[in-house]
């Protein structure tokens, strides 16, 4: 059972990374070292009070439990994006913050004899999980390779570039960075005053956009033989729904690709229209019961915290696991559902802030 509950930590250092991101991070207090232990891949859940009202958003670890001291997140700016900005530019060294233990599970069991392939495609901020990922990989697979391509605008926008050429560097020939810019820097040299100037472009790596062409070149031209693929997908929507489908399309086994929206999809359609009469609902959090009618069309999530009741959240659109829990009666189901395999579906869990009953009485236990 996952810890839902905040815990005050204070900010050992924040670190400018980019021109638009930071590195947070965080000083573990011994008495919660255990509680904050994570796994490669995992997030955190941070809880600000802005403009007098409560915020909450996730943050993927860039940090590795067997290659880190301390839990890292790295956030980067996000137009008009509230806590993104705060964090950027409030954020100081000494801070508290309240913080919900790691969660997640955009990760793959390790073991020490294993000998992979791993293909991890980011764009963007996207890279923040898949650090945590590559040093936990290098430091616990020492047969598997890994292969990070990474996508960004230009030069000045590369997160964690010191470090993943320290990395390659230490780890050559088990880790390999292959970065692709749409618009690298251009620099004039030449011309009178400036004029008839010649455009000069310094970088010498791939261009445009990771793609169906450019991903199926990295598979191609790095996978070794027939040894176990995996792959780890973390960008923009249209990125990651054509890179799934290249990877199937190359026999990689659909189980083993895996993805992390850090928004929900915006394809029409993607969410289902659900309609529900309201239900009589029975809810079993932090070891109470708590009796409530929902209302028409009214997730289970949205009727507890409008009878002021404290149930675990984070990103309110299907795309963390945060508020999670599992049909106890009933039936309901999910307008959205990023967070949790088919399996789990299956098996009753519930993602409370996307499901709607479709029975008159439902129970859910969040103490799962």
């Known amino acids: 059972m996952a810890d839902t509950n905040f815990y005050t930590l204070q900010v050992k250092e924040v670190t400018q990374e980019t021109d638009n991101a930071v590195v947070v991070t965080f000083d573990i207090p011994s008495n919660l070292k255990e509680k904050f232990t994570a796994q490669h891949g995992?997030?955190?859940?941070?809880?600000?009070?802005?403009?007098?009202?409560?915020?909450?958003?996730?943050?993927?670890?860039c940090s590795s439990p067997s290659m880190d001291k301390n839990l890292q997140i790295g956030v980067k700016r996000v137009t008009n994006g509230l806590v993104s900005n705060h964090i950027n530019d409030q954020l100081k060294k000494g801070a508290s913050i309240e913080v919900m233990p790691?969660?997640?599970?955009?990760?793959?069991?390790l073991d020490h004899n294993?000998?992979?392939?791993?293909f991890l495609m980011a764009a963007g901020s996207g890279v923040t999980p898949m650090m945590s990922i590559l040093k936990t990989v290098l430091e616990e697979e020492p047969k598997s390779n890994i292969y990070l391509f990474y996508g960004n605008r230009n030069e000045n926008t590369i997160m964690f570039q010191a470090e993943l050429e320290a990395l390659e560097k230490r780890y050559a020939g088990q880790l390999k960075v292959i970065h692709t810019l749409t618009k690298p820097s251009v620099r004039k040299e030449g011309g009178v005053f400036g004029l008839?100037?010649?455009?000069?472009?310094?970088?010498?790596?791939?261009?445009?956009?990771?793609?169906?062409?450019?991903?199926?070149?990295?598979?191609?031209?790095?996978?070794?033989?027939n040894r176990p693929t995996?792959?780890?997908?973390?960008?923009?929507?249209?990125?990651?729904?054509?890179?799934?489908?290249?990877?199937?399309?190359?026999?990689?086994?659909?189980?083993?690709?895996?993805?992390?929206?850090?928004?929900p999809p915006t394809v029409?359609?993607?969410?289902?229209?659900?309609?529900?009469?309201?239900?009589?609902?029975?809810?079993?959090?932090?070891r109470k019961t708590i009796e409530l009618n929902l209302l028409p069309n009214e997730t289970i999530l949205d009727g507890l915290l409008r009878i002021d009741e404290d149930p675990p959240y984070s990103c309110m659109s299907g795309a963390c696991s945060t508020c999670v829990c599992k049909i106890q009666k009933g039936a309901a189901e999910m307008e959205r559902c990023?967070?949790?395999?088919?399996?789990?579906?299956?098996?009753?869990?519930l993602l409370s802030c996307s499901a709607i009953p479709t029975t008159d009485e439902i129970e859910v236990n969040f103490d799962v």
Request: with cysteine; net charge neutral; glycine share 10%.
């Open 338 to 349: 990023l967070a949790l395999s088919d399996d789990e579906v299956k098996n009753g869990y």
């Open 196 to 225: 008839f100037a010649k455009k000069i472009v310094d970088w010498n790596g791939k261009k445009g956009r990771i793609d169906a062409r450019t991903a199926k070149e990295i598979i191609t031209e790095n996978r070794k033989g």
């Open 230 to 263: 995996e792959c780890f997908l973390c960008g923009p929507e249209s990125m990651m729904r054509t890179v799934e489908d290249t990877l199937k399309s190359l026999g990689i086994d659909e189980k083993n690709i895996h993805i992390e929206w850090f928004t």
């Open 42 to 61: 995992q997030y955190i859940t941070v809880r600000f009070t802005i403009n007098g009202k409560e915020e909450r958003r996730a943050y993927s670890l």
């Open 102 to 109: 790691p969660q997640g599970h955009f990760n793959t069991k």
């Open 114 to 118: 294993n000998s992979k392939d791993y």
């Open 268 to 286: 029409a359609g993607e969410g289902k229209e659900i309609h529900g009469d309201g239900a009589k609902a029975t809810v079993i959090m932090n």
